[in-house]
């Protein structure tokens, strides 16, 4: 996961500090999982799954709904 977890955050829209607080793991933990320094711990990994997998559901149907909107035209 963590080699995955910068594009994973990005592509959920949130930033280093915003996914850090709102998963109560720190900020400087998520930055050296991303660069691949560390693996976080798995109640880690859990809160931040918590965190970025209903931003990534907002992203899809976000996406779904300008691609119809698009075809519309």
Request: glycine content about 4%.
């Amino acid at each position: 996961m963590n080699e995955n977890l910068k594009s994973i955050r990005k592509a959920s829209g949130l930033s280093q500090i915003e996914l850090a607080r709102r998963a109560k793991v720190s900020r400087f933990r998520i930055s050296l999982a991303e660069s691949g320094t560390i693996q976080l711990l798995p109640e880690e990994i859990a809160a931040v799954g918590e965190v970025i997998l209903p931003e990534l559901k907002k992203t899809k149907r976000f996406v779904t709904e300008v691609t119809a909107a698009t075809r519309a035209r």
